[in-house]
């Protein structure tokens, strides 16, 4: 496999009017990223001679608050080393070694269509439609037309259309970022929702509970920039974290360091305090909440289940004082009380939860018990005065791209394909199935676009290899993608992806869930394909005519007809919006501020709960969940919000022989694995195992050192950064680093799915990876 030249290949011609420059002078052409990183930014492409030059970013207008630049951050600026990177698919190929080898052989695409479509027959015919499976990916996440993210019926892309047609495809939920969030805010809420990042400038105080904007959301119009404006306009913020993350070091005016996995511990102790003395606002969660005491259960239920009670020790006789929670956080219990005096007082307050907490071991009950303390100090419905959620982007109406309904009703937790496939005629609601009693089949035939959570990002390599390398278990794979990536290894048919700098499309900041304001931006075809790379519209187009679908997978359209027809749409809902033509040339449209809203999440329930209720069994906020008490799982599923120790901890049998706790923050080398092999992202953030130099001086371990890092599902070699950034007792493995096993299956590379379980939360069915336990030695 050779690469691409700089130019794009010897037949590389420019694609467009705009980008037609052959002996002229450089043309700039907006464009944009489009991964899965919380923000969609504006890119501008230089190009030259048929050749991009460089890329700059949004310089246009007035940088206001109101109305900020939509900037790209490093890894938007890096992706020219993405797009002429010399290790690029170039060629349609069939595998010819054993799975997961990466052994290829160069076919023509005919072959590769034709057996594609063979194959999607004879699967059919054999096991019927639920043995179809399209794998989560977010590699083309927030891209209107090439979307690769096949959980929403409005947000998929052309091969979740050609799938629907031909008789559907065994559906997923939930997602590895957030699996829990999604699956409980809805009960608690009655919908996802938040404050616009705009509302920040308001609060006066801001807790950022596990978020870390700076390293994550970083660019665009996004949350660490309001964050900023927040700290000049007076605001204090307090960042609770196992690490000292850029945001604390840019942000944050104290650090409160937390021993992972006991969050709901520190809740429940601030719950506590609150109580003790006197601190919370009884009518706000007599008039908003459900559940917190036993005059204010829903009818039906034991009182004394109250959400109180727990909190006091009145059902296990363990009141949850600080002095409780210090052992379990490592928090000081002086500390505790501090934090909760400070959150009662000073108002408004706004607690932003990130993600990487409810990826743990009973993950949903963070989600659920921050919001509590959001609602026991007041806080919900007024500016800067936030409900505990996250932050939610303004909305920006666009058409959307129809890829019609899934006849298989089957759908299954994302976290679950790789037991749906070694057992999937036995999974049923108790596996997290819902819309059938049990599946029909087994998954048989796995399509993996743009996306590397095929083994990468998915938990416990060593047993997804097992179970992908096998063709009598998936007995057809196809990869289309830019790289040969960890989980393309693993294709029968592999295809070569085109750069989003060589399609058209659109992308919107309603998938930038941080950005303050709303915004539209029109991602130019640039350049052309290089070598034989083909988009996922023309293959779909093509395997529609083998399977007798062309005509109504079309409808006699072509990308530029689909593309019309959502400038449209968003033409209709908003009448400033410009034309197509205007549209591609001036690249973003930003919504005027009064369109916005008011950036307070569930306004209208907050001022009149009564005519305005929550979609929630009671209409308001359930800190005690009926649906969770029918379960008759308390220990797993509680009904209110409890602290409950992770299966995998310091104190369980796993952590007698692996005694470090491991996590795996989110890096800014990276969007998930997207970018690992940027070699400028590498120098400005290289893949190192951070180690606190406690740990590290009883094991003899010098920053530089390698390390061996193992647990009973694997072990990875990498190289070791001594630093008191990060807690004593855990080690910090960046996540989304490509998976590189050696001849005995050790990574070297710094995989930490190398370590992860692919046990599942007990009510949400999602992925709980952040909760492992280790042991680190020189290597």
Known sequence: MTGCNLTGGANSKTATNLARTSGEKELIVPTSCIHNCGGRCLLKAHVKDGVIVRLSTDDQGPDTFEVPQVRACQRGRSQLKRLYHPDRLKYPMKR?????????????????????????????????????????????????????????????GPLQRLLNLFGGYLNYYGNYSAAQYYYVVPMMFGALGGNSPKDLRHARLIVLWGHNPVETKLAG?????????????????????????????????????????????????????????????????????VGFDEEHMPPGYPPQECYKNYILGKQ??????????????????????????????????????????????????????????????GNGGKPGSGPGLDMISPPMPMGVYPTG???????????????????????????????????????????????????????????????????????????????????????????????????NDIATSTWAHI???????????????????????????????????????????????????????????????????????????????DKEGTGIGFIDFYRDPEHHPLDTPSGKIQIFDPRMYDKGNPKEIPAVPKYIEEWES??????????????????????????????????????????????????????????????????????????PRIMPGVVDIPQGAWFMPDVRGTDRRGCINTLTSHRVNPLAFGNAQNTIQVQVEKA
């Open 405 to 503: 309904n899934n006849p298989v009703k089957a759908t299954i937790s994302f976290f679950t394909f790789t037991d749906a496939i070694i057992r999937g005629t036995e999974m049923g609601p108790q596996d997290g199935v819902v819309g059938v009693e049990r599946l029909s089949s087994n998954i048989k035939f796995i399509w993996n676009y743009a996306g590397n959570a095929l083994i990468n990002q998915h938990a416990n390599t060593k047993r997804t290899h097992e179970i992908l390398r096998d063709p009598n278990k998936v007995e057809f794979i196809v990869v289309h993608d830019l790289f040969m990536t960890p989980s393309a290894r693993y294709a029968d048919i592999l295809l070569p992806d085109t750069h989003h700098f060589e399609r």
């Open 96 to 156: 010819v070694g054993e799975r997961g080898e990466g052994k290829f052989v160069r076919i023509s695409w005919d072959e590769a269509l034709d057996t594609i479509a063979q194959k999607m027959k004879e699967i059919k015919a054999r096991y019927g439609n639920e043995a179809f499976y399209y794998v989560y990916a977010s590699g083309t996440i927030g891209a209107t037309l090439y979307n690769c993210y096949a959980e929403f019926p409005t947000c998929g």
């Open 221 to 289: 119009a996004g949350g660490a920039w309001y964050l900023q404006q927040a700290k000049k306009a007076g605001a204090k913020i307090i960042v609770i974290d196992p690490r000292y993350s850029d945001t604390v070091g840019s942000l944050a005016d104290e650090w409160i360091p937390i021993r992972p996995g006991t969050d709901m511990a520190l809740v429940s102790a601030i719950a506590y305090v609150l109580i003790e003395e006197g601190l919370y606002d009884q009518e706000f969660l007599n008039r908003y909440t």
């Open 515 to 593: 950005a303050g304001i709303g915004y539209a931006i029109f991602m130019n075809k640039v350049i052309e394909p290089p070598y034989e790379c083909r988009n996922m519209l023309d293959i779909c187009t093509e395997l529609a005519r083998r399977l007798g679908l062309e005509k109504e997978f079309t409808e006699g359209k072509s990308e530029e007809d689909w593309l019309r027809e959502m400038v449209n749409t968003a033409r209709q809902k908003l009448p400033d919006f410009p034309d197509y033509e205007a549209f591609k040339k001036m690249g973003i449209y930003k919504l005027s501020p």
């Open 650 to 723: 310091p104190w369980s049998q796993e952590g007698q022989k692996y005694p470090l706790q491991a996590i795996g923050h989110h890096y800014k080398h990276r969007v998930h694995s997207t970018f690992d092999n940027i070699s400028w992202l590498e120098e400005a953030a290289p893949q190192v195992a951070f180690l606190n130099p406690l740990d590290a001086g009883a094991r003899g371990i010098k920053d530089g050192d390698m390390v061996r890092i193992f647990n009973d599902r694997g072990e990875i070699i990498m190289p070791c950064r001594v630093t």
């Open 316 to 377: 296990d006789g363990q009141p949850k004082t600080p002095e409780w929670a210090e052992p379990i956080t490592r928090i000081p219990a002086n500390r505790i009380r501090q934090l909760a005096r400070e959150m009662a007082r000073i108002k408004p307050m706004t607690i932003l939860q990130g993600w990487g907490m409810q990826r743990r071991a009973y993950g949903e009950q963070i989600v659920r018990g921050i919001p509590v303390l959001a609602a026991m100090t």
